[in-house]
């Protein structure tokens, strides 16, 4: 399927003059380039087109969000939440796309900064990635940073999802330091930390426990993974308070991963510090996201056995058929009924 629907993307690209380049693969042989290295071999474009599921689409994002390009999900996967277009629909969306029919919807993304550069020491990525192929390399540094100020290095990372540093010894767990907007918030020991955006909160933040925001939100979720202390509540941050996570001392080593990517290994008195970019995501929308409908199907949510002598409840909360009032008029709400105006 996805073979056959790359061919539609490429029939439709020729068909309209459009250059089509294909972009984050690579041989057995080969290392795996950067977001902004994949990006330039592709011509810096102005959509990228995913094919597959979530991951793809993670994929895809980072190399879109390095110059601002819109990032196109087409949807093979089962329990996606960021892929939208069915296969078939796909020629439907690009001319869409093409001919300003489409709406950007804006997603928050996190950045980086780090005490030092990270590197990958020898033999620990085939330990973690279990043969699944080539991993990305250490984010570069980016440009502004300036050695020496204190306040660490800026690291070329874009992070849709979430920003994990979690234990490498199954028998050690990690300890940090958690800072938010600058004051201790608790010293932690814990298989993982996760710091997540909306869009990542179900993700693995929702695995661990975590609370479930709209992705029209921003902020950031700092979530505890197996904690050995009593408060092992997530943590909603605003989108301008950052998340320092420092590696104690006596702690042992901690990967960090960058939507479930590894891309370096931190040593005790390492530390980051994650926060919102100011580079949003730009994904293509061929009509409002159903966000809410589309927990309820993919989490195959239930009902509790004690509504069922109520009968099934309306699929949505709309109490008239007349236009929505004035003071309503400023909340997103579904379409009105048919007829309505």
Known sequence: MAVRTAGTVRAWADKHGIGCTDIDVWKDHEDRRSGMAELHHAGDPDLVVTLGGDGTFLRGARIAAKNNAAVLGVDLGKVGFLTEVACKDVEAALEAVHHGGATIEERMTLTM?????????????????????????????RPESTEGDGWGLALDVTALNDVVLEKLARDHQVALGVYLAGRLLASYSADAVIVATPTGSTAYSFAAGGPILSPNTNALVFTP??????????????????????VLPHSGQAAVSIDGQLRGVLDPGDWIGVYGSTRPLRLVRLRPT????????????????ATGVDGESDAFFMPGD???PPDLAHLRLPPPASGAR
């Open 290 to 305: 159903d966000f809410y409908g589309r927990l309820r199907d993919r989490f195959r949510l239930t009902d509790a056995p």
């Open 225 to 246: 993974v197996a904690p050995h202390m009593t408060f092992n509540r997530s943590v909603i941050a605003a989108p301008d308070e950052p998340i320092a996570l420092r």
């Open 322 to 324: 007349s236009p929505v």
């Open 113 to 141: 900064r780090a005490s030092r550069a990270l590197e990958i020491p020898d033999g620990i990525e085939s330990l973690l990635r279990y043969g699944h192929g080539p991993a990305l390399p250490p984010p570069a540094v």
